[in-house]
């Protein structure tokens, strides 16, 4: 916990009957850019509600640098921001905007010089856009302005969900540059979560997977989802395909439950064995990357999408039915 | 900022309230009713009475009934009414210490020129019988004002219950003015205060559908009075100032200035305050 | 009929000579008015932003009650309010009762519901980003509030509108408890009233127009403001 920025203890967030957040324990480092990885409906936008004191938990304490705080707390209010999936502009111009952060923290001093920065970090010109109200925006512009707004404030930690979701290719590009240049800066925290896996890898230094409301050890290569069936002859657990594959299980505990393999434990060939456990599935996508010598292969087995690293002198071909094997003590219920 | 503003706001709306709310020094609050007010002789008596007294008369007109509740609800400082009976059981009632007669008018029965029930020049009681025998259409405002149960008040003297339900006697439950135009459409005869019959008739430029028919007689006669109200049940209200409006009401001045007052050209007040 | 067509004529010698009894009626209906939309704005803005914002146990009953009083008529709120200022009443001692204020504590009574039922509505439509947004720049619960109110400033202005329309053009509450005084508490609809009464219709009609054209000046400046 030493040099963590943020720790939850055991946190839950409910909305209308649902637990968005399940007694979820993480540590989030100081100086860092962290990624938050996980599918839709796992609790990431509550959780980074949480960790900007927006919200505060149900149950479980939110600790930032050791002391627990809650919304509206004058500790973090002007250290944390939060730019939302879906960022709101007021009803006033940009240059009002950009400037409010400012002039709630009453701080007056050279605000118009600082928003022009702020706007020209985001890739946009002061002159043109100052003035203009939020009917006049695209939608990229005016998630551009939402996140100048923000870093005018050269906030401590700045917590981003989905920053260039459903915005135009050059605002994403500009936003990304943006985002990298803040978290250049020293002692800058940064903690963000997108849909573009492969640029959330790339731009974080730690990375959080989020599943239903919990945060799960390392990346899951593989997640697969119930009903599941016990074959009549052998009495072993598996996940049927549509031609008769399966994948092996072991028994579920409970029915919602979701079987889950890391990533890094499920290999390209090999053969089942006592320990191993082994099935077929097709490649559908092979991908390699300047300077890694791993390329990531996306295959799908039993309808769900499976992702695994292998060397890049190994890489099957798309289409070619390919055998994973993963050991049986490394399959998790979640 | 914002609270400056808003504590700036908030002492103008009391300043405004302050003012808004100023009570003049010697400032006399009266109830009167709609018709006394509606002849107009109170705005022209009015700046007199603050030239001679130096007190404001300030006046709401409102129905007979209501006039008398305010008085007992020590609402209003003084009285000024039309409604002999009523007033007198309002001093026995302990209401008012005392009333001083001022002036009268009078009512009058109107109806077609024609006069289709043959009552001209009778008196009031046996014209009304004969209308009743006749069955001629007659419309009563029957709105409890002072001028409907002065209206009673002939029926009674005339013989014979009420005709509440008769088919030939028409309530129409408003003023008096729009009563005198619907019993003109009827062709009926109603009764009226002369002070309204006036107006009706400068309205419809002199030749009205309606004429005077019967007039006269003490029973036809509209007395005015001021009443003082019990210092034992208001004493908070102003009985000086009331009984210097009651005094100046019956000088001589004030007196000749009633007798003078025209409405439309026409006298309408008899001024009767030092008889009996 | 032809009393409108005299109501107009009427209406503009009134306007350009400055009658002083018209002028007088003019200032008391704007000093009852004035009065009573700060008294119900000061009361009805926060109270319809509560209704409005916030999720609460009741909020549903709370805003059928405040829909409800939308329909109280005039004279049952100048009865009530008479009830309580006559000297017989509670509040006797005050001696309020046929002043400007206390037309405006009736009027107060009209607005209130009307302020406060369009607030929350505004509010209650108000899109919830707008939170988010706000307390993600730093704003405390004070800022989060006044900022609020002003990104629905439109919203509250068609409010005190509303609001106003009402107030202007009511004649039971004045009647009752202001006593149509002339001079002191007679405002332009206790006037028409009281001009009808007297079977002058054409004096009648001038007035309103009047009271149009008074209206018509309120929401010209409000537009240049809405600008």
Redesign the interface.
């Known amino acids: 916990m030493d040099g963590a920025l943020y720790t939850l203890d055991q946190v839950s967030r409910c909305y209308d009957q649902s637990r968005a957040l399940d007694r979820c324990t993480l540590s989030i480092p100081k100086g860092r850019v962290t990624g938050i990885a996980g599918p839709n409906g796992s609790g990431k936008s509550t959780l980074l509600k949480l960790l900007s004191f927006i919200e505060p938990p149900d149950e479980g304490r939110v600790l930032f640098e050791g002391r627990e705080e809650r919304p509206f707390s004058p500790a973090v209010r002007y250290r944390v921001t939060l730019m939302p999936q879906t960022p709101f502009l007021m009803n006033r111009t940009v240059f009002k905007n950009v400037s409010y952060g400012l002039n709630v923290k009453k701080d007056r001093t050279d605000v118009a010089q600082r928003v022009s920065v702020a706007l020209s970090q985001v890739g946009l010109d002061f002159d043109k856009f100052a003035g203009r109200h939020r009917h006049e925006l695209s939608g990229g512009e005016a998630q551009r302005v939402a996140l100048a707004a923000r870093l005018i404030l050269d906030p401590e930690v700045l917590i981003l969900d989905e920053p260039t979701a459903s915005v135009d290719a050059a605002s994403s590009f500009l936003i990304r540059q943006a985002i990298l240049a803040f978290a250049s800066n020293p002692g800058k925290t940064v903690i963000l979560t997108s849909h573009d896996a492969a640029w959330l890898a790339d731009v974080s230094d730690e990375m959080l997977f989020f599943f239903r409301g919990k945060s799960v050890a390392e990346k899951m290569g593989l997640m697969l989802f119930g009903p599941f069936e016990r074959d009549h002859h052998t009495g072993s657990w598996l996940k049927r395909g549509e031609d008769d594959g399966g994948i092996p299980v072991s028994e579920p505990p409970d029915p919602d439950a979701v079987a889950a393999v890391p990533e890094r434990l499920l290999q390209l060939g090999g053969n089942a064995g006592d320990h191993h456990a082994a099935f077929d599935a097709e490649v559908r996508e092979v991908a390699r990357r300047k300077g890694h010598s791993n390329a990531q292969v996306t295959l799908i087995g039993a309808g769900f999408p499976i992702t695994l690293s292998c060397p890049v002198s190994q890489t099957p071909e798309p289409g070619d039915i390919a055998r994973v094997t993963y050991p049986l003590s490394s399959l998790q219920w979640l | 900022m914002m609270k400056k503003r808003f504590m700036t706001g908030l002492l103008a709306l009391v300043a405004a309230i302050a003012v808004a709310g100023s009570v003049h020094a010697k400032a006399l609050m009266m109830a009167t009713t709609t018709s006394t007010d509606n002849t107009g002789l109170l705005d022209y008596l009015a700046p007199e009475f603050t030239k001679d007294t130096g007190i404001e008369l300030k006046w709401t007109s409102v129905g007979t009934g209501k006039a008398l509740k305010l008085g007992m609800n020590c609402d209003v400082d003084v009285l000024l009414v039309h409604a002999p009976p009523a007033e007198k059981k309002y001093i026995k009632d302990g209401y008012a210490e005392s009333r001083k007669e001022i002036m009268f008018n009078d009512f009058v029965i109107v109806g077609p020129k024609a006069d289709p029930a043959g009552v001209k020049g009778m008196d009031v009681e046996k014209a009304l019988a004969t209308i009743r025998s006749g069955h001629k259409t007659f419309v009563s405002r029957g709105d409890n004002s002072g001028t409907n149960k002065k209206e009673k008040l002939l029926w009674k003297a005339a013989g014979g219950p009420l005709p509440e339900k008769e088919a030939w006697y028409v309530q129409t439950g408003q003023g008096m003015l729009s009563t005198l135009n619907i019993t003109a459409e009827r062709g009926g005869y109603t009764m009226t205060d002369r002070g309204t019959y006036i107006k009706y008739s400068h309205k419809n430029g002199g030749n009205p559908p309606l004429d005077v028919i019967v007039e006269g007689g003490v029973i036809l006669k509209n007395q005015y009075s001021v009443l003082i109200l019990n210092s034992g049940n208001c004493p908070k209200a102003k009985k000086d100032l009331a009984e210097a409006f009651s005094a100046w009401m019956a000088s001589d001045k004030a007196q000749e200035l009633i007798a003078k007052f025209r409405l439309l050209g026409k006298p309408l007040f008899i001024p009767n305050a030092n008889q009996g | 009929m032809d009393f409108i067509v005299d109501g107009f004529y009427r209406a503009l010698v009134l306007l350009i000579q400055g009658d002083p009894q018209t002028l007088s009626a003019v200032t008391t209906t704007l000093?009852a008015a004035?009065?009573s939309m700060?008294?119900s704005l000061?009361i009805g803005v926060p109270a319809g932003f509560c209704l409005g914002y916030y999720e609460f146990r009741g909020k549903k009953t709370a805003r059928t009650i405040v829909d409800t009083m939308l329909a109280l008529p005039t004279v049952f709120i100048g009865l009530l309010v008479y009830a309580f200022l006559?000297?017989?009443?509670p509040l006797?001692g005050l001696?309020?009762?046929?002043?400007?204020?206390a037309i405006?504590v009736g009027q107060t009574i009209l607005a209130l519901p009307v302020i406060t039922a369009l607030t929350a509505s505004t509010l209650d439509s108000l899109?919830k980003?707008?939170r988010?947004?706000?307390?993600?720049?730093?704003?405390?619960?004070r800022?989060l509030f006044?900022?609020t109110l002003w990104?629905v400033r439109y919203g509250i202005v068609a409010a005190a509108m509303t609001a106003m329309g009402r107030v202007m053009t009511e004649v039971g509450i004045s009647m009752m408890v202001g006593?149509?005084?002339?001079w002191?508490t007679r405002t332009i609809t206790t006037a028409i009233a009281l001009e009808t009464?007297?079977?002058m219709f054409a004096e009648g009609i001038a007035l309103g127009l009047v009271l149009l054209a008074i209206a018509l000046v309120v929401n010209v400046s409000v537009s240049v403001f809405r600008r």
């Open positions: 000093k004035f009065l700060g008294m000061v006559s000297n017989r009443g006797g001696g309020l009762l046929f002043t400007i204020p405006s899109d980003g707008l988010l947004t706000l307390i993600s720049l730093g704003a405390d619960k800022q006044l900022s990104e006593g149509n005084i002339k002191h009464g007297k079977g």
